[in-house]
Structures are given as C-alpha cells and as structure tokens.
C-alpha cells in the first residue's frame, strides 16, 4: 500500500533470458506486492530500472493490485520472455536524482495518471505493428523483385540453330525445380501438339495446358500457360504423347527438375495465343492409371477459317489429380 504523498510511475520491459527475470517479491492483498530483492547480476540487475520496495502495479495487460504474492509469480510465470512491468515507487519529496522520463504524481491520482499511460502505451504498441506489417510487406515485395532478377540472370536465349535464323521465333529456355505437393501433385495440366511434316512452324511437343490454383507451380510462379517442358529430371520428352510424359512425370521423386522453352513471339507463339482462345471440346473423362485414377479429357482444336487439318494431340492430361505419384 502506497502512503505516501508523491509516486514515481515506471514502465519497465525486461527480456527473459532462460534465467529467470531475476528480482524477487513479498506481499500480499492488503498491502500490495512489492519487490524485496534484486539479483546481482540478474536481468533486472543489468536493466538497472526496478528498485527493492516498488510496487508492482502491472504485468502485461494484467493489473495485479489486490494480488497475493504466489498470485503475481504465477502472472510473471505465464508472461512470457518479453515482460513488461509497471511500477509505483514511493515518494517522500520529488528529486532531481530521480528518472526524468519516470512521471512523479501525487498519490492520490495515480489511477488517473495509469489510465493515461495504459492508453499511451496501447498506442505505442499499435504503432510498432503497423509499422512491422508495413516493413514485412516491403521485405515480402522486395524479396519477390529479387528472385525475378535472379530468374532473368538464370535465362539463356538463343535461337536454335538448325533452322534458318530470320525465320524462328525468339526462345527462352529455363529451369525450374518443383517440390511435389502431397494434394495437388505439381499442379499442372498438359497438352501434346502433333506438328505435321515440312511445317516447322507448326507446334510439336508437351505444352503446359493450365495451372491449378494453389499448386506448387502456382507457388513458385516461374511456369506460365503455353511454356513447352522440354526435359523431366534430365529426360528429353521430344515425341512423347501426354500419357508417356505423364508416366515420366508420375516416376519421378517429390524433387522435380524441369527443363521448359517460352515462345515470346514468332509464328509458334501466335498460334499457341490463337489455340488458347479458341473454344474447347471434351469428351468423357478417362483413367491414365488405376492405381491413382487421374482425370484425362480429351481435346482437338482447329485455326478457324484457314483450312487446316487438326494438329494438336487428342490427348489433355490433368497433372493435378496425379497427387499420390507427383
């Protein structure tokens, strides 16, 4: 119990190293908890802030006035690594030797004093995690940027070079290492494109169909729509069908290597846009493997008005519903 006419409010935050917080207290109800002793070498020690006889009015957002002794360790207990006390210390006449950012009022409006620095201090804190939030999302944007930059460092583009130089359309080839979600696989759907003879600008190969919301490829974000996977853990797919492709893809560990080609224009590239926004016929789903029973629809597409023959393997095979061998 505080009888005197003037007290010093305090807040002090002390972090626990493992040891404990190092002061010790006595007390009771009708008197108040006050600290008897400090630990030399302790943390509170170390701070140098808390004194043997300051009442201990807070911990946390726990006012602990009417408190037992026993009632107020199991409150320090239970605070976690990071307390923060607030204390009212006896005083007789103010000094200058005192805390100058420690207010000295008079006793008999101290709650009043308390209430304004709770709302203080609750604003302080809201402070902290905006300005935390805001710097987590800046670390989050410039962390994305940066991985970008390292992703362009890690391109190689290049024509190939046994067709005629003016005539191919500009390429870039990457790598991409997935890990297998244990749900969805890698999240990805394919399509095969059958090129017809003497047409080399016609599309040959496994191309990626669709990328399934939350997949591992969605996460990793490099793989995008109409990307060629040109080799699986160092396996070139050149002439596979959907169904091998799906096989070498359902054999692999959780640890997937992908070797994938963008067309960023040129005549593949126009016809991939125009194959993406051309209308899409199914027909009833199919089974790729009994054990795991994936979705298989199948598709044909033709360029409209332009009087040619159907290039695209009739096959669109959903890598997402491999999830138990991808």
Same mark, same amino acid.
């Given at each position: ?5 003037? *007290? ?14 190092? !002061? ?19 943390? %509170? $020690?170390?701070?140098?802030?808390? $004194?043997?006889?300051? $009442? ?8 602990? /006035? ?6 107020? &360790? ?7 690594? $990071? ?5 009212? /210390? ?5 000094? #200058? ?9 008079? *006793?008999?409006?101290?709650? =009043?004093?308390? =209430? +304004? ?16 939030? =805001?710097?987590? +999302?800046?670390?989050?944007?410039? /962390? ?18 046994? +067709?005629? =130089? ?7 080839? !990457? ?15 394919? %399509?095969?494109?059958?090129? /017809? ?19 591992? %490829? ?15 853990? #160092?396996? &070139? ?45 199914? @027909?009833?789903? %199919? ?9 298989? @629809?199948?598709? *044909? ?26």
């Amino acid at each position: 119990m505080l009888n005197t006419e003037w *007290t010093q409010i305090e807040v002090i935050d002390l972090i626990n190293d493992g040891t404990g917080l190092g !002061f010790g207290i006595i007390g009771g109800r009708s008197t108040g908890v006050v600290v008897k002793t400090i630990l030399p070498a302790g943390v %509170a $020690h170390v701070d140098g802030r808390l $004194h043997s006889g300051d $009442h201990i009015i807070q911990i946390g957002n726990v006012d602990v /006035r009417g408190y037992g002794s026993e009632q107020v &360790a199991q409150v320090l207990r239970q605070a976690g690594s $990071h307390v923060r006390l607030i204390v009212a /210390r006896p005083i007789n006449e103010p000094s #200058g030797d005192l805390n100058p950012e420690a207010p000295i009022v008079p *006793t008999v409006h101290l709650n =009043e004093h308390l =209430e +304004q620095i709770m709302d203080l201090l609750a604003k302080q804190d809201q402070m902290i995690i905006e300005k935390q939030a =805001e710097m987590d +999302q800046h670390f989050l944007y410039e /962390r994305q940027q940066q991985r970008q930059r390292d992703m362009m460092l890690n391109v190689d583009i290049h024509v190939p070079q046994y +067709q005629d =130089e003016l005539s191919t359309p500009e390429v870039v080839y !990457f790598d991409v290492t997935l890990i297998k979600d244990a749900q969805h696989g890698l999240g990805i759907t394919i %399509a095969g494109y059958i090129g /017809r003879d003497n047409e080399p600008d016609d599309l040959c190969g496994i191309f990626v169909k669709s990328i399934g919301k939350g997949s591992a %490829a969605e996460q990793d974000g490099q793989i995008q729509v109409n990307d060629q996977i040109i080799e699986v853990n #160092g396996q &070139a797919l050149q002439g596979f069908t959907n169904h091998q492709a799906v096989d070498v893809l359902k054999n692999t560990g959780q640890k997937v290597n992908l070797k994938l080609a963008r067309y960023v224009h040129g005549a593949k590239f126009q016809k991939l846009q125009e194959y993406l926004a051309q209308p899409q016929v199914y @027909t009833q789903p %199919a089974s790729v493997h009994p054990a795991v029973n994936p979705e298989v @629809t199948m598709e *044909t597409r033709t360029l409209q008005g332009q009087g040619q023959q159907p290039i695209v393997d009739p096959e669109d095979v959903d890598l997402q519903q491999v999830s138990d061998d991808m």
